[in-house]
């Protein structure tokens, strides 16, 4: 009987491990959600502040970047997802902008209410742990006693 109930828990440990490991990739999207739209917020600002002649650092790759000047502000490309890109004028491409924005917030919401169930599903079975753990503390104890009375 006992090593049915250890089998149970060990179980029980391998399913909150499996959902610890899945909240923690969730928290990991919801932390590149983020970043995306703290980047897009630096494009909009950019696009907001930046005027035709500025100079600006264009990356390049592997950390290296050139000084460039802005020839024409109010042509602006902005990549619209699966690897296209469009050129829009000034006011057109902060929409996108905060369309994607707006969208990566609806993903955020999403995630992080999965994350809110995959929690409430771990505490669940931590509870059941806890409890199946007592249940055979409780009958160790009696088979103690029951040993212990025969003597």
């Known amino acids: 009987m006992m090593g049915g109930g250890q089998q149970q828990l060990q179980q029980l440990s391998q399913e909150l491990q499996a959902l610890d490991e899945e909240i923690e990739a969730l928290e990991s999207e919801i932390a590149d959600y983020r970043e995306e ?4 917020d630096e494009a909009i600002e950019a696009i907001e502040t ?3 002649g500025a100079t600006v650092q264009v990356p390049l790759g592997g950390g290296a ?4 000047e802005v020839a024409d502000i109010d042509e602006i490309i902005v990549s619209l997802g699966g690897n296209y890109a469009a050129e829009q004028e000034q006011d057109d491409a902060i929409d996108v902008l905060r369309r994607k924005r707006e969208a990566l917030d609806d993903r955020i919401e999403e995630t992080q209410s999965d994350v809110a169930e995959l929690e409430s599903e771990s505490t669940q079975l931590e509870q059941q742990a806890q409890q199946m753990q007592q249940q055979m503390q409780q009958q160790q104890m009696q088979q103690l006693q029951e040993q212990a009375d025969d003597e």
């Open 65 to 68: 970047y050139v000084r460039a």
């Open 37 to 40: 739209q703290a980047d897009i």
């Open 50 to 52: 930046l005027e035709s």
